[in-house]
């Protein structure tokens, strides 16, 4: 009996813990994802906020300061921001920014009423087309049809592709903006440069017979010095051992597009900060092997230029990372994670296998190769032994006002949680 109340109360113990984890990873991710942080960009100093917060969170958890006595490590930028109006009416009738249409992150600045002359991919299937159109849409707005490629071959659809990209970026014709119509699901990027013109993402259905004009206001700013900044703390090892283990997390975001209208991320990536500061909540309290080096990177979304920034100025010896594992997208996992560089480190990826195996946490473990997709690639490319592990299935919400916090399933948080530490634990 009183081995049956012991285990009880560490079963209890333990569904406790679990609980709140899982309320402190709720906060991390709601707080993140709020209006407050201006979708962790770079419009009304949302990577500021965002870095501010993360600092205060590793001084609460008891993280070290690694950058004499500043957990920020600063680092310029450029960026192209929308830091006010953005409105398009078609046919007069006002569209919904980043739900009918997106633009492209480079546009520029422009107000105005435009005609527009209407195409299909037909119409700049030849050279000669091409030129046929530049020639008649002179201060105009193309809108080019993208929804049917269907019976094009895969040539012809790789020459008009090069044609629209043409008519989006050529400084050398005398177009106002192009609106690219397509069924296309809408997604974001951000923009280290400025564009010609703008170029307008369009997949609301739309009656194209009547439409004759476009009415477009875009207040862009070009900021061509930015500071922003890494935030970097460290938990002290418990042996003599000068090898660290690092890591990873970005927190920036998309930011926003005009006065109202900001992209959460949620899943992309508030998850993987999460993840991030409950594992640096574990070994506050349970005192790492090697010294364990926290990153919450920015510039993620421009180019892994928080990453690049780090590796170039190095706030520790490179050559003495362990190992190094990045989180971008912990949020779901009812597919199980997929391991970028797994067969890189197949040793490491077969003992993460092994233990995810014997605890019996996630449905499945893909493994991939190389890919330069997120901050981990940086260190890759200095040699540093890393993963970049994300997570499978749920929702499809994606660089987009949908990757929400409400939403977000969060199915196998804290069974990632455990392998994590389980894997960190036996290198």
């Not at 205060?56 to 680092?75: A, P, R």
């Not at 560089?341 to 296998?353: I, R, W």
Request: hydrophobic letters at 40%; aromatic letters at 10%; proline letters at 3%.
């Amino acid at each position: 009996m009183k081995f049956k109340l012991s285990l009880l109360l560490i079963v209890v113990f333990q569904f406790l813990v679990n609980a709140q984890d899982m309320a402190y990873t709720k906060h991390i991710i709601q707080k993140l994802t709020s209006p407050e942080f201006k979708g962790r960009g770079y419009v009304e100093k949302g990577d500021k906020i965002s870095a501010d917060f993360i600092a205060k969170e590793f001084q609460t958890i008891g993280l070290k300061m690694v950058n004499k006595d500043s957990y920020f490590q600063k680092f310029n930028i450029s960026i192209n921001t929308f830091p006010k109006k953005v409105q398009i009416k078609l046919g007069g009738e006002e569209l919904k920014v980043a739900k009918d249409y997106l633009i492209e992150s480079s546009s520029p600045s422009i107000k105005g009423t435009f005609p527009i002359i209407k195409i299909s991919r037909n119409d700049i299937d030849s050279k000669s087309k091409l030129v046929s159109v530049i020639n008649k849409a002179s201060n105009t707005f193309i809108l080019i049809d993208n929804r049917n490629k269907k019976g094009e071959m895969v040539e012809m659809t790789k020459q008009i592709d090069e044609y629209i990209q043409a008519l989006k970026f050529s400084k050398d014709i005398n177009v106002k903006g192009i609106i690219i119509y397509s069924t296309d699901k809408l997604t974001w990027e951000s923009s280290t440069s400025q564009s010609i013109r703008p170029i307008v993402l369009l997949n609301k259905e739309i009656d194209l017979s009547n439409l004759s004009t476009i009415e477009i206001t875009i207040d862009a700013k070009f900021i061509k010095k930015y500071e922003t900044q890494n935030v970097v703390g460290m938990i002290k090892g418990s042996s003599n051992s000068d090898s660290t283990i690092v890591l990873v997390a970005h927190y920036d975001h998309l930011g926003k597009l005009g006065a109202d209208t900001y992209f959460p991320g949620a899943n992309d990536n508030a998850s993987g900060v999460a993840l991030l500061l409950n594992l640096a909540k574990h070994y506050t309290v349970n005192k790492p092997k090697y010294t364990t080096v926290f990153i919450a990177f920015s510039g993620e979304e421009l180019g892994l230029f928080g990453a690049s920034a780090f590796v170039n100025n190095p706030l520790i010896p490179l050559s003495k990372i362990k190992f190094l594992l990045n989180f971008d997208l912990a949020g779901t996992g009812d597919e199980g994670l997929k391991v970028v560089n797994g067969s890189v480190y197949k040793d490491k990826f077969d003992k993460l296998t092994s233990l995810n195996k014997e605890f019996n946490l996630m449905p499945k473990i893909d493994i991939r190769g190389t890919a330069c997709n997120s901050d981990h690639c940086m260190f890759h490319q200095k040699g540093v032994p890393c993963f970049y592990t994300y997570t499978l299935g749920g929702i499809a919400a994606y660089h987009d006002v949908y990757d929400i916090f409400e939403t977000l399933p969060l199915t196998k948080f804290t069974e990632y949680t455990k392998l994590m530490i389980a894997f960190i634990n036996s290198i």
